[in-house]
């Protein structure tokens, strides 16, 4: 009973991430100043938080519920699925414009957009169909979006991306939303692996040198170690995929 009187604290949260994400899109889309990326790129880094403070306060005071777990895939879709997509296009895609998309003539840029939108409500819906503890089919979408929200601080910040890269990104991590390529649970494998001690070490660590990385060097940098961490989980799926490919057609 106690649970469901404070379910308002984790849906909080969760129209917090859609706030953001709403933001973020408006941002993006405001103008071409890369100040004005950067900051939808913060605002979407600041809703995967949210995200997952939302998750954590559910589970925290027993508030889960079905209208928060459908109101966060809502907000999901618009700040992890709208979002980077808008950022994508402002960063890259809209290059792409000058090419027609045969047939009904609609800018190149404009429709490779669109796929990761698309990509992201299916990964969500079939979330919300078949929902395993320990791990996820595909690609988080939390993930995916932090990735395109950290790339424009990296590009053209620290150096300078071949058009092609960021694009070619941007369609891979749509692709992987909709993989069935297996990913682990972060925090299952680190309570897995670390003891709570240890694992407060590890996290005060990352967090002291992101916090260095920021004062010393500036925001770039310290997107950079988080766009790094970012995509070696993206990685491990991947690999893990090949080994397992591997082995089925060894036998």
Same mark, same amino acid.
């Given at each position: ?8 604290? #984790? ?18 889309? +405001? ?10 790129? =913060? ?14 306060? @559910?589970? $925290? ?17 618009? %700040? ?25 003539? $609609? #800018?190149?840029?404009? @429709?490779?957009?669109? /796929? ?10 079939? !979330? ?11 690609? #988080? =979408? #939390? /993930? @995916?979006?932090?990735?395109?929200? $950290?790339?424009?601080?990296? +590009? ?22 909709? =993989? ?13 692996? !670390?003891?709570?001690?240890?694992? /407060?070490?590890?996290? =005060? ?15 770039? +940098? ?13 990685? %491990? ?5 090949? /080994? +397992? ?7």
């Amino acid at each position: 009973m106690i649970g469901k009187k404070l379910n308002w604290v #984790p849906n909080l949260f969760t129209l917090g991430n859609l706030t953001l994400g709403f933001f973020a899109i408006v941002f993006a889309l +405001h103008g071409n100043g890369q100040e004005n990326l950067q900051l939808a790129g =913060s605002l979407i880094f600041l809703a995967a938080l949210c995200d997952g403070v939302d998750g954590a306060a @559910a589970r $925290l005071l027993k508030a889960g519920s079905e209208l928060g777990a459908q109101l966060d895939s809502l907000a999901d879709l618009v %700040t992890f699925g709208v979002a980077p997509a808008a950022l994508a296009y402002v960063m890259v895609l809209r290059e792409l414009d000058h090419v027609a998309f045969w047939p009904p003539g $609609l #800018p190149l840029g404009m @429709a490779l957009a669109a /796929i990761y939108p698309a990509c992201a409500a299916y990964r969500l819906a079939r !979330f919300n169909v078949v929902h395993v503890t320990d791990s996820f089919a595909g690609l #988080p =979408s #939390p /993930i @995916a979006g932090v990735i395109m929200a $950290l790339l424009v601080f990296v +590009h053209p910040a620290l150096f300078e991306l071949p058009l092609f890269l960021p694009a070619l990104v941007f369609l891979v991590m749509a692709f992987l939303m909709v =993989s069935t390529i297996r990913y682990s649970k972060p925090q299952v494998t680190f309570l897995r692996r !670390f003891s709570r001690g240890r694992l /407060i070490i590890v996290l =005060s660590f990352m967090v002291l040198a992101l916090v260095v990385l920021y004062l010393r060097y500036g925001p770039s +940098h310290a997107a950079a170690l988080l766009l790094t961490i970012a995509l070696v989980y993206v990685l %491990t799926g991947l690999v893990a995929f090949v /080994i +397992h490919v591997i082995q089925v057609y060894r036998v």
